[in-house]
């Protein structure tokens, strides 16, 4: 069997070196770099995000291009159902409110 004092193992200097080790990284400073900007050229459309779905997908389509108010057909007009009266969204509020 080997003896004891092989087995023994030197506390002391890993101590002495995780702390010269922990001391060298608190006395350092930080250090800060400058990041490049994303743009290839100067022209600000290439910074620009993709066109994706949605109201913005095709720039002919857009909502806020229309020129004149909508005017649905008479076949579309008469399809619609009447708007309800006072007293029948009165009486469906205070349903909802119970």
Do not use: C, W
Request: aromatic content about 2%.
């Amino acid at each position: 069997m080997p003896s004891t004092e092989q087995l023994t193992v030197p506390t002391t200097k890993k101590h002495k070196k995780m702390s010269s080790k922990s001391d060298a990284t608190k006395n350092e400073e930080p250090t800060y770099s400058i990041q490049p900007h994303p743009a290839k050229t100067n022209d600000p459309a290439d910074l620009a995000p993709e066109q994706t779905g949605g109201l913005a997908s095709n720039p002919n389509e857009r909502a806020f291009h229309a020129r004149d108010p909508h005017i649905p057909t008479t076949e579309v007009m008469a399809s619609l159902e009447q708007p309800a009266t006072r007293e029948e969204l009165q009486a469906r509020q205070a349903e909802l409110n119970k």
